[in-house]
């Protein structure tokens, strides 16, 4: 009994003994568990509190795309008032509608991938508002690998979009400004130039950067210039001024330019800024217009005729010396008096008929020469002939020239006109009150008809009905002075044949009466000649116009002689421009080719077959495309006298052979494949990036080539990218043999290579990129530099021409501060008028076409009326517009062209020869008179040397006159005579003195009138 209590005594104690170490195991485990149970509080808080100290907005959803939590940053950034406004949503809500299919599929590729993505999407504020935004978005899974939702990470990119939208307007602003942008730094060493400049001197940044302006100064002085430059801005000054520069090509130029300082927030100078312009031919013009007016001046003080201008009141304002020979008078009688009250005046009736006159012209009516009677100082009466010409400037009635002739001795000479039209060989009639009155025996044997026969016979029914309206019309501008050239027409004579002949009609006071006297001259022989040599011509014309081939011909000094319709449309002149101006053959291609076109040219006009030779052809309009050329000489009497050829254009096949190259080649991207840890593979592009070649990539091991710092990156994202976890490239550091750094943009895939595993890794350089991005903000900040130092008015529109951008010049301008300015309209800045019109209208233009509009306006702005140069030019997001004050510059002009005007009526209305010589006796200008003395044209004659023109009994006496005027004394009036054209002799009686340019004697002015018929009255007759 004892021993079976003992026994269950010694279980009861064994079984108490376990009980009591799974009393033990069961604390341990309680402890381990409740610390388990803490740690993972402790971890889930960690968790959530970088979940929501993230300044990313995190969103999480499930597999529909419902939202299940967010941070405080995506309320922060939708403007959100709780989560409750968020939880339980859509997240497509969120997105514009726009982006909502495009973020769906996105969604969509990364459940069906596994993958990691990444976009960028407009999202919808609370209020409706819209914000950019870069998401990133993975898949969750569970612990079994089993997709549960989408986390994503929102971050908001308006900033950086911000700064890159300002970056690129800036840019675009200082890009198309037209005037050169030149930026220094403190040592006065070139650091940035903008596109205008490059233009303007032909340099690119790289030529000059770190040099001073200083390069492009010509003058001896320039140095001394550009000390107190450097002097005025390091003091914080703005410098203004004009110097001589050189471009890169060697021309010269003047250069107007303004150098300012530049300072950073803390008001330190940290660089300069030099705007220059090209003003060489704004200042050319200027002189020009000057020399222009004084030549006029001078021209009619010279002239023998009296000239008078009255102002649009009737007011005298000048006349010249002849003036106050003619009427005796002094200068000071005579100006500022009203024009019927000149003491010249002979009658009450006179002052009334000029009275009408006056008024007449005034208003716009039209006035022939008339012949007046007027009174000398000394008593005895007088009869001058009058030319009066209207001075219209801008439209506007500015007064009246009149030009008088003393015609006292031609009314004496009126009889002596019978005699010497009976001999002559040219018919010559008089028509007075639309009947003839005379007619001379070579004209009434043109008609075929009798003296008594035409007195039955009205002007113009002998002309061929299709031609009398043209005869009357040109016979009406001849008499009134408006054209000078002799006009043909046909001329049915009494036995049904067709004559021509060619006419001039002048306005004559016969027998006391007005009438018309004209010349004609039979030139039927000589239309029928050019009529069969027109008709030869044009069959030529014709055919070679038809060829598809451009055809051509030139002289031996490569002059253009010839071009056919396909020639002249490739090279963009006109027809005018290649065959009435001298242009050259060597002009028509780029200058690299022109010394080797110039000794082909040579060659095969020495007799040389070259074949088809290829040049690059240049445009009118600068544009170039490639040619071939099959040339031959062109012989007379067994010279060579040019060239004729034929063109043709090679651009598509030259296009084809680009196009070859470029399929040809490789891949841009660095492309290499690695295999057990070692590369096996390397395109061309990578063993340029690295510097190696293929059995030195073969025995390097590819962590050598990235940088230190950047290698456990690379391995990790490789790593990533390979399991699929994201496919965003990544980005690192990377060297090539010659230990340069650059950055390197990179994806890798895994691929089956030869049998086994390997990887594909695709590389692009982007370096430039990176130096790009670094660069943002500090250039960002220089250009808004740059557009506020700009001295035109600047300002930009959106497309709805409401203002972006305004400049301080446009504040100092309009006295409208940018805040007040900005977002608003055209219309709310400048109240609607014809001129604001104007600019809207261009405005829209610039935005419809695409293309830049310039325009000149006028605005009153401030109580002033000035004149705007105005440029528009189209950007992505609306306008860029340049203003340029150009009133003083306009004011100039017009005052210019208004004084050279009224002179250049004078003289060309002078009834007088008018000639500019050169010291060698070249002709430089002559009028119309001229050519009715000579019987050359003005294209003739300009260019001729005097000793042509005057008969040859006469040309020393003319070449030493010639010679006295370049002493600087006036050259007293002589009597000479000039061989016309036609071969007959004119005496006249001529004048001279020296033309002057910066007080030197350049050259000569003469004046020639007829004076055959007063030497005709007195007996003589001039030598041959």
């Known amino acids: 009994m004892k021993s079976d209590l003992k026994k269950k005594k010694a279980q009861l104690v064994e079984e108490l003994e376990r009980v009591r170490q799974q009393v033990c195991e069961f604390e341990a485990y309680k402890i381990s568990y409740l610390a388990s149970e803490k740690e993972l509080r402790e971890n889930e808080e960690k968790l959530r509190l970088m979940f929501e100290s993230v300044n990313d907005g995190i969103t999480v959803t499930d597999l529909n795309g419902t939202i299940t939590d967010v941070n405080k940053a995506v309320l922060r950034l939708g403007r959100f008032d709780s989560e409750n406004d968020v939880i339980g949503k859509s997240a497509f809500e969120s997105i514009v509608s726009r982006d909502r299919e495009r973020a769906l599929a996105d969604m969509t590729e990364l459940f069906d991938k596994d993958t990691v993505g990444s976009g960028q999407y407009d999202l919808l504020r609370a209020d409706g508002s819209e914000y950019p935004a870069e998401i990133s978005a993975g898949l969750l899974k569970d612990a079994a690998g089993n997709p549960t939702g989408f986390i994503s990470v929102i971050r908001d990119v308006s900033e950086r979009k911000r700064l890159e939208q300002q970056m690129h307007f800036l840019g675009l602003v200082v890009e198309q400004i037209n005037d050169s942008i030149i930026v220094t730094n403190t040592d006065y060493e070139i650091i940035y130039i903008n596109q205008a400049t490059k233009e303007l001197f032909g340099y690119t940044l790289e030529e000059i950067k770190g040099k001073t302006p200083g390069i492009f100064n010509v003058e001896p002085l320039a140095d001394n210039i550009q000390k107190s430059i450097y002097k005025t801005v390091a003091s914080g000054d703005t410098y203004l001024g004009s110097i001589l520069n050189r471009r890169k090509d060697g021309t010269i130029f003047t250069n107007e330019f303004k150098v300012s300082p530049l300072y950073d927030e803390g008001g330190q100078i940290t660089a300069y800024i030099g705007i220059q312009r ?233 027998r006391g009466k007005r009438a018309v006297l004209g010349n004609l001259l039979n030139i039927t022989e000589r239309r029928q000649t050019e009529e069969r040599l027109r008709e030869s011509r044009r069959r030529f014309r014709d055919l070679v116009n038809l060829l598809p081939q451009g055809i051509y011909e030139m002289d031996d000094k490569y002059i253009i002689t010839f071009a056919n319709r396909q020639a002249i449309d490739a090279s963009g002149y006109t027809e005018e421009e290649v065959t009435a101006s ?364 005097i000793t042509e023109i005057v008969a040859p009994a006469y040309r020393e006496e003319a070449m030493k006159k010639l010679m006295e005027a370049k002493s600087g004394e006036p050259v007293p009036y002589f009597e000479t005579a000039v061989q016309r054209k036609d071969g007959t002799i004119v005496t006249i009686e001529a004048c001279g003195q020296a033309v002057f340019k910066d007080g030197e004697a350049v050259g000569a002015q003469v004046i020639a009138r007829d004076i055959t018929e007063r030497q005709a009255c007195r007996g003589g007759t001039p030598e041959n």
Request: proline share 3%; aromatic share 10%; net charge negative.
């Open 278 to 510: 090209d003003v060489t031919q704004q200042r050319q013009a200027e002189e020009s217009l000057r020399a222009s007016e004084d030549k006029y001046k001078q021209l009619v003080e010279l002239a023998p005729d009296a000239i008078i201008s009255v102002d649009e009141n009737g007011i005298v304002t000048s006349c010249n010396q002849a003036f106050v020979q003619q009427t005796g008078y002094d200068k000071q009688e005579i100006e500022g008096r009203y024009f019927t009250e000149l003491p010249t005046m002979v009658s009450l009736d006179t002052t009334a008929k000029y009275n009408e006159l006056f008024v007449s012209l005034a208003g716009g009516g039209e006035l022939e020469s008339f012949e007046f009677p007027w009174t000398h100082k000394d008593g005895s009466l007088r009869w001058g002939e009058v030319h009066a010409t209207v001075v219209m400037i801008d439209g506007q009635f500015k007064g009246a020239q009149a030009v008088m002739r003393d015609v006292t001795e031609r009314k004496q000479a009126e009889e002596i006109f019978r005699t010497i039209s009976l001999g002559s060989p040219v018919g010559m009639y008089i028509v007075q009150d639309g009947q003839f009155v005379f007619a001379n025996p070579q004209l009434l044997s043109d008609f075929g008809i009798t003296e008594e026969m035409l007195r039955n016979v009205k002007p113009l029914s002998r002309v061929r009905t299709e031609d009398r309206e043209t005869v009357r019309k040109n016979a009406v501008e001849m008499l009134r002075g408006i054209g000078t050239t002799p006009y043909e027409y046909a001329v049915i004579n009494r036995r049904g044949e067709t004559w021509w002949f060619m006419e001039t009609v002048v306005p004559i006071q016969y």
């Open 582 to 945: 001298p242009l050259s053959a060597l002009d028509t291609v780029i200058p690299e080719d022109r010394e080797r076109m110039e000794r082909n040219i040579r060659r095969i006009m020495n007799g040389e077959r070259l074949g088809g030779i290829e040049y690059t052809q240049l445009r009118k309009d600068g544009r170039t495309y490639p040619i071939i050329t099959y040339s031959a000489p062109i012989m007379r009497d067994g010279k060579a006298t040019g060239l004729r050829g034929v063109t043709i254009d090679i651009t598509e096949q030259k296009q084809a052979e680009e196009i070859f190259q470029t399929i040809s080649m490789s891949s841009p991207a660095s492309i290499y494949i690695l295999q057990d840890g070692k590369f096996v593979f390397a395109n061309h592009r990578f063993l340029e990036r690295v510097g190696l070649n293929e059995e030195e990539l073969l025995n390097t091991d590819q962590y050598n080539l990235i940088h230190p710092e950047d290698r456990e990156m690379v391995r990790s994202s490789a790593i990533e990218m390979l399991k699929g976890i994201h496919t965003t490239p990544f980005e690192f550091r990377a060297f090539n043999k010659a230990g340069e750094m650059m950055w390197v943009a990179e994806t890798v895939a895994s691929i089956q290579y030869q049998g086994r595993r390997a990887v594909l890794a695709s590389a692009l350089n982007i370096t430039e990129r990176k130096q790009a991005e670094e660069a943002l903000q500090e250039s960002e900040e220089r250009y808004r530099e740059l557009a506020e130092s700009i001295t035109d008015v600047f300002f930009a529109f959106d497309r709805d021409l409401k203002y972006t951008y305004w400049n301080k010049a446009s504040e100092e301008l309009t006295g409208v501060l940018a805040q007040d300015a900005l977002g608003k309209h055209l219309y709310d800045i400048f109240p609607r008028s014809a001129q604001t019109e104007q600019g809207e209208q261009a405005y829209l233009k610039a935005l419809r076409t695409k293309r830049p509009q310039n325009f000149v306006n006028e605005y009153n702005i401030n109580g002033r009326d000035i004149i705007f140069e105005i440029s528009a030019y189209p950007s992505r997001d609306g306008l860029s517009v340049f203003v340029r004050d150009i009133t003083e510059q306009k004011n100039a002009e017009e005052a210019l062209q208004e004084s050279e005007e009224k002179y250049r009526i004078l003289v060309e209305n002078s009834q007088d020869s008018i000639i500019m010589l050169d010291f060698d006796g070249t002709i430089q200008l002559a009028n119309q008179a001229s050519e009715r003395l000579s019987g050359y044209s003005l294209d003739e004659g300009i260019g001729m040397n």
